[in-house]
Protein backbone atom coordinates (compact mmCIF):
# COMPACT_ATOMS: atom_id res chain seq x y z
CA UNK A 1 0.00 0.00 0.00
CA UNK A 2 1.28 3.47 -0.69
CA UNK A 3 2.54 5.36 2.56
CA UNK A 4 3.46 9.05 2.72
CA UNK A 5 6.87 8.89 4.33
CA UNK A 6 8.42 10.56 7.06
CA UNK A 7 11.34 13.26 7.32
CA UNK A 8 14.20 11.58 8.73
CA UNK A 9 15.76 14.01 11.72
CA UNK A 10 18.82 13.06 14.06
CA UNK A 11 16.16 11.98 16.61
CA UNK A 12 14.10 10.31 14.49
CA UNK A 13 15.87 7.76 11.94
CA UNK A 14 16.99 5.04 15.01
CA UNK A 15 12.92 4.58 15.17
CA UNK A 16 12.43 4.83 11.23
CA UNK A 17 15.72 2.74 10.37
CA UNK A 18 15.30 0.02 13.07
CA UNK A 19 13.80 -2.37 10.62
CA UNK A 20 17.06 -2.55 8.37
CA UNK A 21 18.82 -4.32 11.58
CA UNK A 22 15.27 -5.96 12.31
CA UNK A 23 15.02 -4.34 15.09
CA UNK A 24 12.43 -1.60 16.84
CA UNK A 25 14.54 0.84 18.56
CA UNK A 26 12.89 2.84 21.41
CA UNK A 27 13.88 5.91 22.95
CA UNK A 28 15.36 4.92 26.58
CA UNK A 29 16.19 7.61 29.59
CA UNK A 30 19.49 6.21 31.27
CA UNK A 31 18.13 8.86 34.08
CA UNK A 32 14.82 7.63 35.00
CA UNK A 33 15.25 4.20 33.77
CA UNK A 34 12.03 4.67 31.16
CA UNK A 35 11.23 4.52 27.36
CA UNK A 36 9.69 7.20 25.81
CA UNK A 37 7.91 8.29 22.67
CA UNK A 38 7.68 9.35 20.57
CA UNK A 39 11.60 10.26 20.30
CA UNK A 40 13.13 13.48 21.53
CA UNK A 41 16.16 14.78 22.99
CA UNK A 42 14.64 15.02 26.16
CA UNK A 43 12.98 12.40 28.36
CA UNK A 44 9.66 13.67 29.08
CA UNK A 45 9.64 12.14 32.35
CA UNK A 46 12.68 13.68 34.43
CA UNK A 47 14.11 16.35 31.40
CA UNK A 48 17.62 14.21 31.50
CA UNK A 49 19.38 14.47 28.44
CA UNK A 50 20.90 10.82 29.01
CA UNK A 51 18.63 9.60 26.19
CA UNK A 52 19.02 7.59 23.13
CA UNK A 53 17.55 4.56 20.96
CA UNK A 54 17.45 1.06 22.66
CA UNK A 55 16.32 -2.07 20.40
CA UNK A 56 13.28 -3.63 22.26
CA UNK A 57 11.52 -6.81 22.11
CA UNK A 58 8.67 -5.72 18.93
CA UNK A 59 6.44 -7.52 21.35
CA UNK A 60 2.91 -5.71 22.59
CA UNK A 61 -0.76 -5.50 22.61
CA UNK A 62 -3.06 -3.97 20.68
CA UNK A 63 -4.55 -1.13 23.14
CA UNK A 64 -7.37 0.17 20.51
CA UNK A 65 -7.85 -0.10 17.01
CA UNK A 66 -10.33 0.68 14.02
CA UNK A 67 -10.86 -0.69 10.53
CA UNK A 68 -10.79 1.81 8.08
CA UNK A 69 -13.44 1.22 5.93
CA UNK A 70 -13.06 4.50 3.69
CA UNK A 71 -10.63 4.75 0.53
CA UNK A 72 -9.67 8.12 1.27
CA UNK A 73 -7.30 8.28 -1.84
CA UNK A 74 -7.33 6.34 -5.14
CA UNK A 75 -4.00 4.93 -3.74
CA UNK A 76 -5.83 3.44 -0.64
CA UNK A 77 -6.55 -0.23 -0.48
CA UNK A 78 -9.67 -0.79 2.33
CA UNK A 79 -9.91 -1.78 4.72
CA UNK A 80 -6.69 -1.45 6.72
CA UNK A 81 -6.36 -1.45 10.62
CA UNK A 82 -4.90 1.40 12.60
CA UNK A 83 -3.90 0.71 16.22
CA UNK A 84 -2.11 1.89 18.50
CA UNK A 85 -0.14 -0.62 20.45
CA UNK A 86 1.33 -0.73 24.13
CA UNK A 87 4.85 -2.01 24.03
CA UNK A 88 5.56 -4.95 26.46
CA UNK A 89 8.68 -3.36 28.06
CA UNK A 90 6.61 -0.73 30.05
CA UNK A 91 2.96 0.00 30.81
CA UNK A 92 1.60 3.10 28.54
CA UNK A 93 4.57 2.65 25.81
CA UNK A 94 2.13 3.25 23.25
CA UNK A 95 2.62 3.51 19.28
CA UNK A 96 0.63 4.45 16.45
CA UNK A 97 0.82 1.42 13.39
CA UNK A 98 -1.26 -0.46 11.60
CA UNK A 99 -2.14 -4.57 12.29
CA UNK A 100 -1.24 -6.50 9.07
CA UNK A 101 -1.00 -9.99 8.06
CA UNK A 102 -4.57 -11.28 9.33
CA UNK A 103 -8.53 -10.57 8.45
CA UNK A 104 -9.26 -6.82 9.93
CA UNK A 105 -12.38 -8.58 11.82
CA UNK A 106 -9.69 -10.68 13.56
CA UNK A 107 -7.90 -7.88 15.33
CA UNK A 108 -9.39 -7.23 18.83
CA UNK A 109 -8.26 -5.07 21.94
CA UNK A 110 -5.39 -6.83 23.97
CA UNK A 111 -4.46 -9.45 20.62
CA UNK A 112 -1.03 -9.99 21.27
CA UNK A 113 1.12 -8.63 18.25
CA UNK A 114 4.83 -8.06 17.11
CA UNK A 115 6.28 -6.31 15.08
CA UNK A 116 7.25 -6.57 11.25
CA UNK A 117 8.69 -3.91 8.33
CA UNK A 118 7.96 -2.85 5.48
CA UNK A 119 10.72 -1.22 3.42
CA UNK A 120 9.95 2.24 1.57
CA UNK A 121 13.01 3.45 0.41
CA UNK A 122 15.28 4.92 3.12
CA UNK A 123 12.52 4.03 5.62
CA UNK A 124 11.44 0.67 7.18
CA UNK A 125 8.17 1.43 8.90
CA UNK A 126 7.24 -0.67 11.98
CA UNK A 127 3.79 -2.20 11.32
CA UNK A 128 2.27 -4.97 13.50
CA UNK A 129 1.05 -8.94 13.24
CA UNK A 130 -1.02 -11.17 15.08
CA UNK A 131 0.78 -12.90 17.00
CA UNK A 132 0.91 -16.08 19.51
CA UNK A 133 -0.27 -15.80 22.99
CA UNK A 134 2.69 -14.95 25.52
CA UNK B 1 -4.94 26.83 42.81
CA UNK B 2 -5.98 30.23 41.07
CA UNK B 3 -5.73 33.50 42.60
CA UNK B 4 -6.86 36.18 39.39
CA UNK B 5 -9.78 35.09 37.60
CA UNK B 6 -9.08 36.89 34.86
CA UNK B 7 -12.49 36.11 32.49
CA UNK B 8 -14.73 37.86 35.31
CA UNK B 9 -13.80 41.06 33.42
CA UNK B 10 -15.67 40.36 30.23
CA UNK B 11 -18.62 39.33 28.76
CA UNK B 12 -20.04 38.49 25.54
CA UNK B 13 -21.53 41.22 24.11
CA UNK B 14 -22.96 40.09 20.37
CA UNK B 15 -23.58 37.08 18.20
CA UNK B 16 -23.05 37.37 14.42
CA UNK B 17 -23.38 34.38 11.76
CA UNK B 18 -23.28 34.56 8.20
CA UNK B 19 -25.12 32.01 6.05
CA UNK B 20 -24.62 28.35 6.42
CA UNK B 21 -23.77 27.33 3.10
CA UNK B 22 -23.39 23.63 1.48
CA UNK B 23 -21.91 25.33 -0.77
CA UNK B 24 -22.44 28.85 0.16
CA UNK B 25 -21.80 31.37 -3.19
CA UNK B 26 -20.46 33.99 -0.88
CA UNK B 27 -16.39 34.42 -0.86
CA UNK B 28 -14.90 33.28 2.42
CA UNK B 29 -14.38 37.49 3.32
CA UNK B 30 -17.98 38.41 2.70
CA UNK B 31 -19.20 35.27 5.12
CA UNK B 32 -16.83 36.38 7.35
CA UNK B 33 -18.23 40.35 7.25
CA UNK B 34 -21.58 39.31 7.60
CA UNK B 35 -20.86 37.25 10.64
CA UNK B 36 -18.35 40.17 11.60
CA UNK B 37 -20.83 42.89 11.19
CA UNK B 38 -23.74 41.61 12.86
CA UNK B 39 -21.92 40.59 15.72
CA UNK B 40 -20.93 44.21 16.09
CA UNK B 41 -24.73 45.65 15.39
CA UNK B 42 -26.27 43.01 18.04
CA UNK B 43 -23.80 44.47 20.83
CA UNK B 44 -25.08 48.15 19.92
CA UNK B 45 -21.67 49.12 18.83
CA UNK B 46 -19.78 50.53 15.83
CA UNK B 47 -16.43 49.57 14.09
CA UNK B 48 -15.03 52.36 15.62
CA UNK B 49 -15.53 50.08 19.04
CA UNK B 50 -13.61 47.14 17.84
CA UNK B 51 -10.09 47.66 19.38
CA UNK B 52 -9.32 43.73 19.41
CA UNK B 53 -9.59 40.86 16.53
CA UNK B 54 -9.22 37.10 17.65
CA UNK B 55 -9.28 33.86 15.77
CA UNK B 56 -8.39 30.32 15.59
CA UNK B 57 -6.73 28.94 13.85
CA UNK B 58 -6.28 31.91 11.95
CA UNK B 59 -5.14 32.35 8.01
CA UNK B 60 -2.94 29.17 6.97
CA UNK B 61 -1.04 31.38 4.58
CA UNK B 62 -2.47 29.29 1.64
CA UNK B 63 -6.34 29.51 0.88
CA UNK B 64 -6.97 26.43 2.86
CA UNK B 65 -10.73 26.27 3.48
CA UNK B 66 -10.27 25.30 6.92
CA UNK B 67 -9.52 28.42 7.88
CA UNK B 68 -9.15 30.38 4.50
CA UNK B 69 -9.40 34.33 6.62
CA UNK B 70 -7.68 35.25 9.51
CA UNK B 71 -7.29 38.43 11.82
CA UNK B 72 -5.04 40.44 9.10
CA UNK B 73 -7.60 39.42 6.27
CA UNK B 74 -10.74 40.90 8.46
CA UNK B 75 -9.24 43.66 10.03
CA UNK B 76 -8.07 45.15 6.87
CA UNK B 77 -11.06 44.65 5.02
CA UNK B 78 -13.43 46.25 7.49
CA UNK B 79 -11.06 48.98 8.01
CA UNK B 80 -10.39 48.70 11.74
CA UNK B 81 -8.33 50.40 13.72
CA UNK B 82 -7.16 47.43 17.00
CA UNK B 83 -5.20 47.74 19.99
CA UNK B 84 -4.48 44.06 19.54
CA UNK B 85 -4.72 41.45 17.28
CA UNK B 86 -3.85 37.44 17.08
CA UNK B 87 -4.79 33.82 16.37
CA UNK B 88 -2.87 30.20 15.56
CA UNK B 89 -3.48 26.84 15.62
CA UNK B 90 -1.25 26.11 18.97
CA UNK B 91 -4.04 26.58 21.86
CA UNK B 92 -6.70 25.23 23.16
CA UNK B 93 -8.98 23.96 20.62
CA UNK B 94 -11.37 25.90 18.51
CA UNK B 95 -12.60 28.10 21.63
CA UNK B 96 -8.52 29.41 21.37
CA UNK B 97 -9.73 32.88 19.79
CA UNK B 98 -12.52 33.82 22.45
CA UNK B 99 -10.21 32.50 25.88
CA UNK B 100 -6.98 34.94 24.27
CA UNK B 101 -9.55 37.76 23.08
CA UNK B 102 -10.84 37.55 26.73
CA UNK B 103 -7.12 37.47 27.77
CA UNK B 104 -6.08 40.44 25.68
CA UNK B 105 -8.92 42.92 27.43
CA UNK B 106 -8.55 41.35 31.14
CA UNK B 107 -4.52 42.15 30.54
CA UNK B 108 -6.14 46.05 29.19
CA UNK B 109 -4.72 45.82 25.28
CA UNK B 110 -8.37 46.09 24.59
CA UNK B 111 -12.06 47.01 25.17
CA UNK B 112 -14.44 45.15 22.41
CA UNK B 113 -12.41 42.20 20.55
CA UNK B 114 -14.09 40.82 17.58
CA UNK B 115 -13.22 37.07 17.63
CA UNK B 116 -14.67 35.28 14.94
CA UNK B 117 -13.78 31.52 12.89
CA UNK B 118 -14.39 31.18 9.05
CA UNK B 119 -14.27 27.96 7.52
CA UNK B 120 -15.42 27.27 4.12
CA UNK B 121 -14.99 23.03 3.77
CA UNK B 122 -18.06 22.71 1.73
CA UNK B 123 -16.65 24.35 -1.17
CA UNK B 124 -12.88 23.26 -0.12
CA UNK B 125 -14.29 19.47 -0.77
CA UNK B 126 -16.04 20.38 -4.19
CA UNK B 127 -12.44 20.89 -5.79
CA UNK B 128 -10.35 18.48 -3.55
CA UNK B 129 -11.50 15.93 -1.81
CA UNK B 130 -8.25 15.00 0.26
CA UNK B 131 -7.67 18.86 0.90
CA UNK B 132 -8.11 18.90 4.38
CA UNK B 133 -6.35 15.46 5.05
CA UNK B 134 -3.58 15.06 7.45
CA UNK B 135 -1.29 13.90 4.89
CA UNK B 136 -1.46 17.11 2.84
CA UNK B 137 -0.68 19.40 5.92
CA UNK B 138 3.07 18.52 4.63
CA UNK B 139 4.59 18.38 1.01
CA UNK B 140 6.49 15.34 0.01
CA UNK B 141 8.06 13.84 3.31
CA UNK B 142 6.25 14.26 6.33
CA UNK B 143 8.00 17.25 8.51
CA UNK B 144 5.31 17.43 11.13
CA UNK B 145 6.41 17.13 14.56
CA UNK B 146 3.36 15.02 14.90
CA UNK B 147 1.48 13.93 11.74
CA UNK B 148 4.57 12.06 10.69
CA UNK B 149 3.47 9.49 13.54
CA UNK B 150 0.25 9.11 11.99
CA UNK B 151 0.37 9.42 7.82
CA UNK B 152 2.86 7.23 7.50
CA UNK B 153 0.17 4.92 8.74
CA UNK B 154 -2.16 6.28 6.32
CA UNK B 155 -3.75 8.19 8.64
CA UNK B 156 -5.37 10.71 6.82
CA UNK B 157 -8.47 11.72 8.79
CA UNK B 158 -8.98 12.86 12.34
CA UNK B 159 -11.60 9.76 12.31
CA UNK B 160 -8.88 7.08 12.58
CA UNK B 161 -7.99 8.52 16.42
CA UNK B 162 -12.03 9.18 17.34
CA UNK B 163 -13.07 5.81 16.20
CA UNK B 164 -9.90 4.36 18.43
CA UNK B 165 -11.28 6.44 21.25
CA UNK B 166 -14.74 4.82 20.57
CA UNK B 167 -13.54 1.53 20.58
CA UNK B 168 -11.61 2.23 23.51
CA UNK B 169 -15.08 3.31 25.36
CA UNK B 170 -16.90 0.64 24.31
CA UNK B 171 -14.20 -1.68 25.43
CA UNK B 172 -13.78 0.08 28.86
CA UNK B 173 -17.58 1.06 30.01
CA UNK B 174 -19.50 -1.06 27.56
CA UNK B 175 -21.04 1.73 25.59
CA UNK B 176 -23.27 0.40 23.16
CA UNK B 177 -23.35 2.20 19.44
CA UNK B 178 -26.79 2.77 19.77
CA UNK B 179 -26.55 4.72 22.92
CA UNK B 180 -23.38 7.22 20.60
CA UNK B 181 -26.36 6.62 18.22
CA UNK B 182 -28.50 9.50 20.40
CA UNK B 183 -26.03 11.99 19.61
CA UNK B 184 -26.14 12.58 15.97
CA UNK B 185 -29.91 11.78 16.46
CA UNK B 186 -30.66 14.28 19.46
CA UNK B 187 -29.06 16.71 16.48
CA UNK B 188 -30.65 16.10 13.93
CA UNK B 189 -34.22 16.42 15.81
CA UNK B 190 -32.65 20.15 16.98
CA UNK B 191 -31.54 20.48 12.93
CA UNK B 192 -35.18 20.08 12.23
CA UNK B 193 -36.20 23.56 14.27
CA UNK B 194 -33.13 25.75 12.64
CA UNK B 195 -33.54 27.13 10.01
CA UNK B 196 -29.83 27.46 9.16
CA UNK B 197 -29.17 23.91 9.66
CA UNK B 198 -27.34 21.61 6.75
CA UNK B 199 -29.39 18.26 7.84
CA UNK B 200 -32.96 18.70 8.87
CA UNK B 201 -34.88 16.06 7.67
CA UNK B 202 -36.26 13.42 10.63
CA UNK B 203 -33.19 10.67 11.04
CA UNK B 204 -34.18 7.22 12.42
CA UNK B 205 -31.99 4.93 14.24
CA UNK B 206 -32.21 2.40 11.82
CA UNK B 207 -30.71 5.38 9.11
CA UNK B 208 -27.92 5.56 11.76
CA UNK B 209 -27.74 2.43 11.62
CA UNK B 210 -27.97 2.09 7.63
CA UNK B 211 -25.29 5.14 7.16
CA UNK B 212 -22.10 3.90 6.01
CA UNK B 213 -19.31 2.55 8.44
CA UNK B 214 -16.11 5.08 7.59
CA UNK B 215 -14.15 3.48 10.70
CA UNK B 216 -15.33 1.18 13.22
CA UNK B 217 -17.13 1.80 15.12
CA UNK B 218 -18.31 5.49 13.55
CA UNK B 219 -20.34 5.94 10.61
CA UNK B 220 -20.78 8.79 8.61
CA UNK B 221 -23.55 10.27 11.18
CA UNK B 222 -21.18 10.12 13.98
CA UNK B 223 -19.06 12.66 11.34
CA UNK B 224 -19.54 16.05 11.00
CA UNK B 225 -20.89 17.79 8.04
CA UNK B 226 -19.02 20.15 6.22
CA UNK B 227 -20.25 23.48 5.22
CA UNK B 228 -19.42 27.19 4.65
CA UNK B 229 -20.20 29.60 7.29
CA UNK B 230 -18.67 32.27 9.32
CA UNK B 231 -19.40 33.25 12.99
CA UNK B 232 -18.39 35.98 15.02
CA UNK B 233 -18.85 37.07 18.61
CA UNK B 234 -18.01 40.33 20.15
CA UNK B 235 -16.38 40.33 23.93
CA UNK B 236 -16.47 43.48 25.58
CA UNK B 237 -15.30 44.45 29.15
CA UNK B 238 -17.65 43.99 31.89
CA UNK B 239 -17.58 47.92 32.61
CA UNK B 240 -18.09 48.78 29.13
CA UNK B 241 -20.13 46.16 28.45
CA UNK B 242 -23.26 48.23 29.51
CA UNK B 243 -22.71 50.63 26.38
CA UNK B 244 -23.96 47.68 24.93
CA UNK B 245 -27.47 46.62 23.42
CA UNK B 246 -27.90 43.09 25.13
CA UNK B 247 -28.02 41.92 28.55
CA UNK B 248 -23.85 40.82 29.00
CA UNK B 249 -23.39 37.76 29.25
CA UNK B 250 -20.28 36.95 31.39
CA UNK B 251 -17.58 34.15 30.70
CA UNK B 252 -17.74 32.55 34.38
CA UNK B 253 -14.92 30.57 33.88
CA UNK B 254 -12.67 28.85 31.30
CA UNK B 255 -11.34 25.64 31.13
CA UNK B 256 -8.12 25.17 28.94
CA UNK B 257 -5.64 23.02 30.51
CA UNK B 258 -3.80 19.95 28.94
CA UNK B 259 -1.69 18.04 31.84
CA UNK B 260 -0.47 15.27 28.91
CA UNK B 261 0.78 15.49 25.97
CA UNK B 262 0.28 17.08 22.51
CA UNK B 263 -0.27 14.33 21.37
CA UNK B 264 -3.83 12.26 19.15
CA UNK B 265 -1.90 8.60 20.54
CA UNK B 266 -0.31 9.69 23.69
CA UNK B 267 -3.15 11.05 25.46
CA UNK B 268 -5.83 9.34 27.41
CA UNK B 269 -7.25 7.83 25.17
CA UNK B 270 -11.26 7.96 26.84
CA UNK B 271 -10.55 11.00 28.21
CA UNK B 272 -8.51 13.61 25.50
CA UNK B 273 -8.42 16.96 27.11
CA UNK B 274 -11.61 16.98 28.45
CA UNK B 275 -11.32 15.68 31.92
CA UNK B 276 -8.12 18.40 32.31
CA UNK B 277 -10.29 21.17 30.85
CA UNK B 278 -13.77 20.60 33.05
CA UNK B 279 -11.28 20.48 36.18
CA UNK B 280 -9.61 24.06 34.99
CA UNK B 281 -12.98 25.22 34.39
CA UNK B 282 -14.85 24.09 37.90
CA UNK B 283 -11.95 25.27 39.79
CA UNK B 284 -12.56 28.70 38.80
CA UNK B 285 -16.31 29.12 39.49
CA UNK B 286 -18.51 28.86 42.89
CA UNK B 287 -21.36 27.23 40.27
CA UNK B 288 -21.68 23.33 39.63
CA UNK B 289 -22.65 21.15 37.15
CA UNK B 290 -26.53 20.59 38.33
CA UNK B 291 -26.75 24.61 37.85
CA UNK B 292 -25.71 24.02 33.95
CA UNK B 293 -29.16 24.64 31.74
CA UNK B 294 -27.98 24.24 28.65
CA UNK B 295 -24.84 22.56 26.96
CA UNK B 296 -23.02 23.08 23.32
CA UNK B 297 -20.65 20.51 23.32
CA UNK B 298 -18.35 19.94 20.69
CA UNK B 299 -19.90 16.99 18.12
CA UNK B 300 -16.80 17.10 15.08
CA UNK B 301 -17.48 13.14 15.95
CA UNK B 302 -20.24 12.31 18.27
CA UNK B 303 -17.69 10.54 20.59
CA UNK B 304 -16.35 13.87 21.73
CA UNK B 305 -19.33 14.85 22.74
CA UNK B 306 -19.58 11.71 24.73
CA UNK B 307 -16.00 12.93 26.55
CA UNK B 308 -17.17 16.10 26.79
CA UNK B 309 -20.42 15.06 28.79
CA UNK B 310 -18.23 13.49 31.49
CA UNK B 311 -15.28 15.39 31.12
CA UNK B 312 -17.36 18.46 32.09
CA UNK B 313 -18.60 16.19 35.00
CA UNK B 314 -22.45 17.18 33.49
CA UNK B 315 -22.61 13.07 33.69
CA UNK B 316 -19.90 10.56 35.61
CA UNK B 317 -17.30 9.10 33.92
CA UNK B 318 -17.57 6.38 32.09
CA UNK B 319 -21.42 6.71 31.88
CA UNK B 320 -22.03 9.21 29.18
CA UNK B 321 -23.47 5.77 27.24
CA UNK B 322 -26.25 5.09 30.04
CA UNK B 323 -26.76 9.18 30.38
CA UNK B 324 -27.20 9.94 26.71
CA UNK B 325 -29.64 6.36 26.20
CA UNK B 326 -32.98 6.94 24.12
CA UNK B 327 -31.74 10.66 24.31
CA UNK B 328 -34.38 11.70 27.15
CA UNK B 329 -32.18 13.45 29.19
CA UNK B 330 -30.43 15.50 26.26
CA UNK B 331 -33.66 16.41 24.69
CA UNK B 332 -34.68 19.73 24.33
CA UNK B 333 -36.99 19.20 27.61
CA UNK B 334 -34.68 17.00 29.23
CA UNK B 335 -32.46 17.76 32.16
CA UNK B 336 -29.58 18.85 30.20
CA UNK B 337 -30.57 19.73 26.76
CA UNK B 338 -27.71 19.42 24.02
CA UNK B 339 -26.55 21.09 20.81
CA UNK B 340 -29.63 22.64 20.79
CA UNK B 341 -29.27 24.40 17.47
CA UNK B 342 -28.25 20.37 15.61
CA UNK B 343 -24.77 20.92 17.06
CA UNK B 344 -22.11 20.62 14.01
CA UNK B 345 -23.58 16.45 13.51
CA UNK B 346 -26.60 17.92 11.62
CA UNK B 347 -26.03 22.07 11.64
CA UNK B 348 -23.14 22.61 9.72
CA UNK B 349 -19.13 22.12 10.70
CA UNK B 350 -19.11 25.80 11.95
CA UNK B 351 -16.30 24.97 14.34
CA UNK B 352 -16.24 26.00 17.51
CA UNK B 353 -17.87 29.62 17.49
CA UNK B 354 -20.82 28.03 16.53
CA UNK B 355 -21.29 26.63 20.21
CA UNK B 356 -20.91 30.10 21.64
CA UNK B 357 -22.98 31.26 19.24
CA UNK B 358 -25.96 29.29 20.29
CA UNK B 359 -24.88 29.18 23.87
CA UNK B 360 -25.81 33.17 23.66
CA UNK B 361 -28.89 32.82 21.63
CA UNK B 362 -30.32 30.29 24.29
CA UNK B 363 -29.47 32.42 26.87
CA UNK B 364 -30.71 35.94 26.12
CA UNK B 365 -34.15 33.69 24.52
CA UNK B 366 -33.63 34.63 20.91
CA UNK B 367 -33.54 31.23 19.60
CA UNK B 368 -36.79 31.14 17.87
CA UNK B 369 -38.52 27.93 17.33
CA UNK B 370 -35.53 26.17 18.92
CA UNK B 371 -36.07 28.08 22.18
CA UNK B 372 -35.20 25.70 25.75
CA UNK B 373 -36.62 26.63 28.95
CA UNK B 374 -35.16 29.97 29.98
CA UNK B 375 -31.69 29.97 32.38
CA UNK B 376 -28.94 31.49 33.05
CA UNK B 377 -25.95 28.94 32.85
CA UNK B 378 -24.79 27.05 29.79
CA UNK B 379 -21.41 25.89 28.73
CA UNK B 380 -19.60 25.37 25.46
CA UNK B 381 -17.12 23.39 24.88
CA UNK B 382 -15.12 22.67 22.03
CA UNK B 383 -12.09 19.94 20.39
CA UNK B 384 -11.32 16.36 20.99
CA UNK B 385 -7.87 14.45 20.96
CA UNK B 386 -5.36 17.12 22.57
CA UNK B 387 -7.46 20.14 21.76
CA UNK B 388 -9.71 21.22 24.06
CA UNK B 389 -11.37 24.70 25.65
CA UNK B 390 -14.68 25.08 27.18
CA UNK B 391 -16.27 28.22 28.51
CA UNK B 392 -18.91 28.72 31.34
CA UNK B 393 -21.67 31.43 30.25
CA UNK B 394 -23.70 32.99 32.50
CA UNK B 395 -26.33 35.45 31.37
CA UNK B 396 -26.48 38.39 33.86
Redesign the interface.
Known amino acids: ?1 S ?6 TID ?1 APFWQGGAQGVLQIHYCAGCHRFF ?2 PNPIC ?1 HCNSFDVSPRPVSGRGRV ?8 A ?2 AE ?1 VEP ?1 V ?3 VELAEQANL ?5 IVGCDPDAVA ?1 DMPVSVTFERHED ?1 W ?1 PLFERAADV | MFDRLFEKDVAITGVGQSEVGRPSSKSATRLTLDAALEAIADAGLSREDIDGVACWPGDNNNGNSFSPVGPNALLSALGLNVNWYGAGYEGPGPLAGVINGAMAIAAGLCRHVLVFRTITEASGRAHDK ?1 GS ?1 L ?1 AKTVG ?3 SYFW ?10 A ?2 FM ?3 A ?2 HF ?1 EYGTRPEQLAQIALTCRRNAALNPKAVFRAPMSLDDYFAS ?7 RMFDCDVHCDASTAIVLSRTDAACDCRQTPIRIEAIGAALHQ ?1 W ?4 IS ?1 TENAAFDVGRMMWARTDLKPKDVGSAQLYDGFSILTMFWLEGLGLCPRGESGRFVENGSRIARNGSLPLNTNGGQLSGGRTHGLGYVHEACMQLWGRAGERQIAPHKIAVAAAGGGPLGGSLLLARE
Open positions: MRKLPALTHPPVTFTINRQWTLYVAIRLLSNIVI | AATRDTQWYTPYNVISVSAMYQRHKMISTPLPSWDQL
